[in-house]
């Protein structure tokens, strides 16, 4: 694999087949075929244009990826919106999670799938 970088020929040679992404992002949940790989995707954008990665270990497959071209995530002028909903999802987190808590350490079941 090392020095590697014709993606067919890889393919061929490991009687498998190239698939290509566009517009993937770092919040990308699925890679081509619809697998969550979000180790993989995290390692992608290491890589620089033009750069083949080493085999990639995922949860249902190995990859290896030829970066084509990366577009730099545009600045954020004002992240107060950003920053705002983030805060929010993070209370939202806490509030779930202590409910959860006092449910569990309370012993009670949640048995309303018999009546409804």
Do not use: C, H, W
């Not at 020095?3 to 992002?25: C, F, K, M, Q, Y």
């Amino acid at each position: 694999m090392s020095g590697r970088t014709d993606l067919n020929a890889l393919a061929a040679e490991l009687g498998s087949t190239v698939r290509s992404a566009s517009d993937v992002t770092f919040s990308s949940f699925n890679i081509p075929g619809g697998f969550s790989e979000y180790e993989v995707i995290g390692k992608i954008f290491t890589l620089d244009p033009g750069q083949t990665s080493v085999p990639l270990k995922g949860d249902v497959a190995v990859y290896v990826v030829n970066l084509k071209d990366k577009v730099p995530a545009p600045e954020l002028e004002d992240a107060s919106s950003e920053r705002t909903t983030l805060e929010q999802r993070a209370s939202g987190r806490v509030s779930s999670g202590l409910f959860n808590a006092l449910r569990d350490a309370a012993g009670v079941k949640d048995q309303r799938s018999k009546y409804y």
